[in-house]
Each structure stands twice: as structure tokens, then as C-alpha cells.
């Protein structure tokens, strides 16, 4: 009876760690990823739980699927792919190399998609809020806005 119960104890405690595994959402997010050799920018440190907590946005704001439909139906620790796993060409296509290529063809570049995602939403905030980019209290539009330099 007694080694039936350590069992029970032992299968319900992995049950619950196999729950919990890799759902912990960290507060702040440091977007380095693997993929990129070297990064030419200093690496952005996203505020998830702000953006949650603070802008309130769901879920779907961000992550969306295939066909670039809102998620919204994550809740927070619910497992989710890197935006790599989709986007998977490292860094940014723009200028010469990216003329005549579709929005879609540009979001196959890892950086471009994240920079199509972050961007618009910005700028709308600012513009809903009357803020311009130098104020303090403004969503990041600019590269060293989100990128500061290395050291800083």
C-alpha cells in the first residue's frame, strides 16, 4: 500500500511539472535568438507583461498563425513559437534586395516580421495619445529607440 502511494505521489507530481514545463512567461523578454551569427544591433529587451498588463493587449495582438489570424485564444503560459520557427530567414530584406518582392515574401525575413508587427502598433498608440516620438511616455518607433547602442 505504502510503495502504491509513493507512486500515486510521484506520477501526480511529474504530471504536474509536464503541466507547467516551459509555461513560465517571463516579464521582460530578451529577444536574442540563435539564429542570427552576430547580432548588428544591440539586442531588444521587449516588456512582455507590460504590454499585457499595461497596453492591455491579448494575446493575438502579437502571435497569430499561419495565415496571420490573431491567437486569440493563448492564455499566458501556453506554449508558442518563436516567430523564427515561421519567419525563418535571419534579418531584414530592404532597398535594392527587396524590390519587387511581396509584403509577404519581405515577412519571411525573421527581423522584418517583427519590425511589420511592433512598428504599426507604435506608431497608432502615438498617434492615439497625441505623443510624439521624442516624448518619454511614446512606444519606440526608431532603430536606436528599441536597439540602443551596445554599452548603454
Not at 23 to 39: P, R, T
Not at 94 to 100: D, E, I, P, Q
Not at 143 to 149: M, S
Request: one cysteine or more; hydrophobic letters at 30%; glycine letters at 6%.
Amino acid at each position: 500500500m505504502e510503495k502504491k502511494l509513493i507512486f500515486i505521489s510521484i506520477f501526480s507530481l511529474c504530471c504536474a511539472v509536464a503541466v507547467f514545463a516551459g509555461s513560465e512567461v517571463k516579464d521582460v523578454i530578451n529577444m536574442d535568438n540563435k539564429a542570427y551569427a552576430k547580432h548588428k544591433k544591440s539586442i531588444v529587451v521587449f516588456p512582455h507583461k507590460k504590454h499585457i498588463e499595461d497596453f492591455k493587449i491579448n494575446c493575438g495582438g502579437c502571435h497569430h498563425d499561419k495565415d496571420k489570424k490573431p491567437l486569440n485564444n493563448l492564455k499566458m503560459g501556453d506554449d508558442v513559437q518563436n516567430c523564427i520557427e515561421c519567419h525563418k530567414k535571419a534579418g531584414m530584406i530592404k532597398g535594392k534586395a527587396a524590390k519587387g518582392l511581396t509584403d509577404v515574401q519581405k515577412r519571411e525575413y525573421h527581423a522584418n516580421a517583427i519590425h511589420d508587427s511592433c512598428k504599426p502598433c507604435h506608431k497608432k498608440n502615438n498617434k492615439e495619445k497625441g505623443l510624439d516620438k521624442k516624448d518619454p511616455a511614446a512606444a519606440p518607433t526608431s532603430c536606436v529607440q528599441c536597439h540602443p547602442k551596445k554599452g548603454k
